[in-house]
């Protein structure tokens, strides 16, 4: 997500550390599991696992999104 507040700034919000590997790691850990699981269910569990290997998500976004909004800016 980007906002241009002026013709000289413009802020994003974008989490870099929110890698498909680190992330998908992250959730599997039994307590992060059952914590996504006891607040929302098994469905959303997946869900999130799904997205995180899905090449038209966060992979897509650090392959072209990201790249693609600097090049804008410089």
Not at 17 to 37: H, S
Not at 40 to 60: A, E
């Amino acid at each position: 997500m980007a906002i241009r507040f002026n013709k000289y700034m413009i802020g994003t919000q974008f989490h870099p550390e929110a890698d498909a590997i680190g992330m998908t790691m992250y959730l599997k850990r039994d307590d992060k599991r059952q914590t996504v699981i006891d607040s929302y269910g098994f469905d959303k569990w997946k869900s999130m696992i799904d997205h995180l290997n899905d090449p038209d998500k966060i992979l897509f976004t650090y392959s072209h999104i990201i790249p693609n909004f600097f090049e804008i800016l410089l």
